[in-house]
């Protein structure tokens, strides 16, 4: 059974930083690429920051260049998404992704999805 479970999203004030976490079940992690997204309310999932099989290479959203890191350990089948000085547009409900496609940026590009973890950012 695949299972992808967020953690570590929370009520925060502005110019904090946050760790989410990715605790992944059911595949062979170490073959897929990783992702994360986030939804905002009332706007579309996009997405955030990607990272390579064995965490060798990472991507970024233009927008989240700068303050956002994605990170992987294998040994212990688990994804991370570092958020440094988070502005309240960062509210959103953050999702992790899976998928055997190299660099995937794209929502349907992804094979498997948790269920989210909500951020919100006070001013």
């Known amino acids: 059974q695949v299972q992808l479970v967020e953690s570590g999203g929370g009520l925060v004030q502005a110019g904090d930083s946050l760790r989410l976490s990715c605790a992944v079940s059911g595949f062979t992690f170490s073959s897929y690429c990783m992702g994360w997204f986030r939804q905002a309310p009332g706007k579309e999932r996009e997405f955030v920051a990607g990272i390579g099989w064995d965490g060798d290479l990472t991507d970024y959203a233009d927008s989240m260049k700068g303050r956002f890191t994605i990170s992987r350990d294998n040994a212990k089948n688990m994804v991370y998404l570092q958020i440094d000085s988070l502005k309240p547009a960062d509210t959103a409900v953050y999702y992790c992704?899976?998928?055997?496609?190299?660099?995937?940026?794209?929502?349907?590009?992804?094979?498997?999805w948790g269920q989210g973890t909500q951020v919100t950012v006070s001013s």
């Open positions: 992704a899976a998928t055997r496609n190299y660099a995937a940026v794209t929502l349907r590009q992804y094979t498997y």
